[in-house]
Nanobody
Framework: QAQLVESGGGSVQAGGSLRLSCAVS????????MAWFRQGLGKDREFVAA????????HYADSVKGRFTIFKDFAKHTVYLQMNKLEPEDTAVYYC???????????????WGQGTQVTVSS
């Protein structure tokens, strides 16, 4: 059964950095585009970033463009989200999943994992 396990969240001050990890198992990691989403308190889950199946193409939400970087490690079956210049507005629970395409954030993977909390203080 496919499984997604997110980690790497924490509490940082504005301007700081974090790297999130999403370990993927039970899913052919090499053929699926992968994406990160986030859900702030009282808000809907929103798209953050996506990477193509081969890792060569990326797509970002305007709010994180230039600050966040998504990439795949095929040897570790893990997708990462490097987050720099964090802002209080980035505070949310972050989730990963397989998607239809980098620009089509339709979920095609397993049920959501537990997510990882990111808290950014001003």
């Amino acid at each position: 059964q496919a499984q997604l396990v997110e980690s790497g969240g924490g509490s940082v001050q504005a301007g700081g950095s974090l790297r999130l990890s999403c370990a993927v198992s039970g899913l052919n990691f090499s053929i699926y585009p992968m994406a990160w989403f986030r859900q702030g308190l009282g808000k809907d889950r929103e798209f953050v970033a996506a990477v193509s199946f081969e890792g060569g193409r990326t797509h970002y939400a305007d709010s994180v463009k230039g600050r966040f970087t998504i990439f795949k490690d095929f040897a570790k079956h893990t997708v990462y989200l490097q987050m720099n210049k964090l802002e209080p507005e980035d505070t949310a629970v972050y989730y990963c999943n397989a998607v239809r395409a980098p620009t089509i954030p339709e979920i095609v993977g397993p049920p959501w994992g537990q997510g990882t909390q990111v808290t950014v203080s001003s």
